[in-house]
């Protein structure tokens, strides 16, 4: 993740401004501006590791925000070696430990741990259903069923779990589905006009929820066939059908798959089995900081 890109700087800018960070009236009140401490930033659980490389970044902002000269004295943060995004730590672990001034802390200690909770938890839960399906061709993908103005930073953490990305947005891919058959003729018509009209290098894949709404997208010409709300059972009867076409056609399987389930689709021979929970429900990891006074040499 490039935490210095416009994009993902403007997401942490706004987070910072959306709790008035710089504005912190308790902290001002009550904390003496020239006071330097430590925060040890601390997994409370045992997690998946996403969002770490946004903390300096916050500092830096914050800087850039705040006028007063505390805002801008030096910090560090220092994290072992061995914690990075995308790694797996135990409960207990410190991810990293942060030194600057108090009152920058004390103001930028939810949105921090905001962010580093919910993007740890998206990894975490991602990690979880790719070790479920471990030692089947299958890989886990996500959706576009993102908190808005998150998905980069959802993404990226889908990806630190062990998770693959589906299209980012729309103009990255094409996916008809029900909506676009009965709005746009019927399917094979639908297929057609996709095909004579795309851009370069884009697949035109078809949702399906039949084996008779499979043989229509194999005939018209449907590039990747994505398998929604079948079980496992009518899943692998398609993949028999898929495969005997004398090309290769991409198989997703999506809707209604959990963790309690996903190996036995997995299991079916498909390519790839998208989870919306992975963005949508996943719980925040515990993750805490401590912060305490540094005392003077």
């Given at each position: ?14 987070a ?77 672990q ?50 576009r069923?993102?908190?808005?103005g ?8 889908v ?6 990305n589906?299209?980012i ?25 996709a ?71 997995a ?31």
């Amino acid at each position: 993740m490039d935490w210095k890109s416009h994009r993902i700087e403007a997401i942490l800018e706004q987070a910072l401004v959306e709790d008035q960070a710089v504005l912190d009236a308790t902290t001002t009140l009550t904390i003496d501006p020239n006071l330097r401490a430590t925060a040890a930033i601390l997994a409370r659980q045992e997690l998946v590791v996403a969002g770490l490389g946004a903390v300096p970044r916050f500092f830096e902002i914050f800087a850039r925000l705040d006028p007063r000269p505390h805002a801008h004295n030096r910090f560090e943060v220092v994290s072992h070696p061995e914690i990075f995004d995308g790694v797996r730590v135990p409960a207990g672990q410190v991810l990293a430990i942060v030194r600057h001034n108090a009152c920058v802390l004390l103001s930028s200690e939810r949105v921090i741990l905001n962010l580093l909770q919910h993007l740890s938890g998206i990894a975490t839960l991602t990690h979880q259903f790719a070790d479920a399906i471990q030692g089947t061709h299958a890989r886990v993908l996500d959706t576009r069923k993102t908190v808005p103005g998150l998905r980069a930073l959802e993404k990226y953490a889908v990806l630190c779990g062990g998770g693959t990305n589906h299209r980012i947005d729309l103009a990255s891919g094409i996916l008809i589905k029900n909506n676009h058959i009965s709005l746009g003729g019927g399917l094979t018509k639908v297929i057609a006009r996709a095909l004579q009209s795309r851009q370069p290098g884009q697949r035109v894949q078809v949702e399906v929820r039949t084996l008779e709404e499979l043989e229509e997208a194999l005939a018209g010409g449907a590039e990747a066939i994505k398998l929604d709300q079948m079980t496992a059972a009518q899943v692998k009867q398609s993949i028999v059908c898929i495969k005997q076409e004398k090309r290769w056609i991409p198989t997703e399987a999506s809707g209604g798959i959990g963790l309690e389930n996903i190996r036995s689709y997995a299991e079916t021979g498909v390519d790839f089995i998208s989870v919306g929970a992975l963005t949508h429900s996943a719980k925040a990891a515990d993750i805490s900081m401590s912060i305490t006074a540094e005392t003077a040499d």
